[in-house]
């Protein structure tokens, strides 16, 4: 058996798990991920549809997103992979006036973070998203800063970057105990053997509450049921992804965007939320999200879809994530919660984390997990979920 001891066991190599990884290997710390299925990115990762916004309503978020947007934007640059990246901003269109209120008030919170985001005319829109229904639109908001990227090429360079830095990643090896002592964590246990660390970290997503109980700490994380399609390719026609934030009639709200190959890829939130983690396609989802496409974007009608399926969002009861230190178990680290958005915050966490561990959080890095405690009242509600 390879070496046993390490600074950081972190448990789950998905949208959190890998680029933490990254982030700790280059800050030379001893790092070993563990994960039950074969190869990275193989939980709820493969399920997200790209989307990458800063465009949040908490600090915290903003300043984590803003970050990880700084790295998924240079990365080809950097690094050399083609991730798909596009700089296609997000745009949410408005038709009704309570919406506008809403949107406008936020505005002052996003640009008070150093978000570069504004409210746009309806002829503006109407430029960057050719097409859209036209009746009763009274404008938007526009982030230009935004964009997308593919989740598989974007888990595997993050992946190979973390090797190549030294991380170790051991698959096909769900962990069965977290080892404790005195209250501090030790390491953790798995059908393989016992592995030691000072750190030991929960970003295993939909599965973080059953993970947290092997540490005897509660976490209110529960999944709840999303679908997502994508269409065959066509001539790229529009760049922003387009958010509707209207209620629906078995649907809170829609999103869509043209990614780097062409292919429309779609999602929506039901409502009522479907708890669980029933990963099977249904009947009525296709049908319903495009009714509301088509109706927004008419010329959308003649695309054919290739495919649908089903992820899981790990929620919390208002919407934020939980990326804590735990005082009832020293060592022990919660990266949970990300509410379906962990592909956009996982770069920036990683960093502010693996700084954290280290021992050497800038500022910045405190500011962006301040929002974050798992000790708060969960009475609020994240508002652009």
């Known amino acids: 058996m390879a070496e046993t001891k390490y600074d950081v066991i972190i448990i789950g190599a998905g949208s959190i798990g890998v680029p933490l990884a990254m982030a700790l290997a280059k800050a030379e710390l001893k790092t070993l991920v563990l994960d039950a299925a074969p190869s990275p990115g193989q939980g709820q990762n493969k399920c997200a549809i790209g989307g990458l916004r800063a465009t949040h309503s908490d600090g915290s978020k903003i300043k984590t997103c803003l970050r990880s947007l700084e790295i998924f934007s240079t990365w080809k640059e950097k690094h050399g992979d083609d991730i798909g990246w596009i700089k296609g901003g997000y745009l949410f269109p408005v038709y009704t006036e309570r919406d506008e209120a809403v949107l406008r008030d936020l505005l002052k919170v996003q640009k008070g973070f150093g978000l570069d985001i504004d409210w746009i005319p309806a002829e503006k829109v109407r430029a960057l998203v050719p097409g859209i229904a036209d009746k009763d639109l009274r404008g938007g908001t526009w982030s230009p800063g935004d964009g997308s990227a593919s989740p598989l090429l974007s888990i595997n360079a993050f992946y190979r970057r973390a090797v190549k830095l030294g991380a170790e990643f051991r698959f096909n090896e769900p962990v069965t ?3 404790k002592e005195g209250g501090e964590v030790k390491g953790v246990r798995t059908a393989r053997g016992r592995y030691e660390a000072k750190w030991v970290v929960n970003a295993a997503g939909a599965q973080a509450a059953a993970v947290s109980d092997l540490a005897g700490v509660k976490v209110p994380v529960r999944p709840d049921c999303h679908e997502a399609g994508i269409t065959e390719p066509a001539g790229r026609f ?7 934030i209207r209620p629906g009639d078995k649907s809170k709200n829609y999103y869509f965007y043209q990614n780097w190959e062409g292919q429309i890829v779609f999602c929506l939130t039901p409502q009522p939320p479907i708890w669980g983690d029933d990963r099977r396609s249904t009947s009525e989802f296709l049908p319903e999200i495009s009714r509301r496409m088509v109706s927004l974007m008419p010329n959308l009608a003649t695309l054919r879809v290739r495919r649908t399926w089903r992820g899981l969002y790990p929620m919390t009861p208002d919407g ?7 005082a009832a178990l020293k060592g022990y680290v919660l990266a949970v919660g990300m509410c379906g958005q962990g592909f956009m915050l996982g770069p920036g966490l990683g960093e ?6 280290g021992g050497k959080p800038s500022a910045a890095d405190r500011e962006m997990l301040a929002g974050f405690k798992l000790e708060r009242s969960f009475a609020g509600q994240e508002k652009l979920k």
């Not at 502010?352 to 561990?357: S, V």
Request: hydrophobic share 65%.
């Open 352 to 357: 502010a984390l693996a700084a954290h561990l």
């Open 238 to 244: 529009f760049d922003p992804m387009v958010v509707d």
């Open 320 to 326: 934020f994530p939980v990326v804590d230190f735990p």
């Open 177 to 179: 105990e977290i080892l």
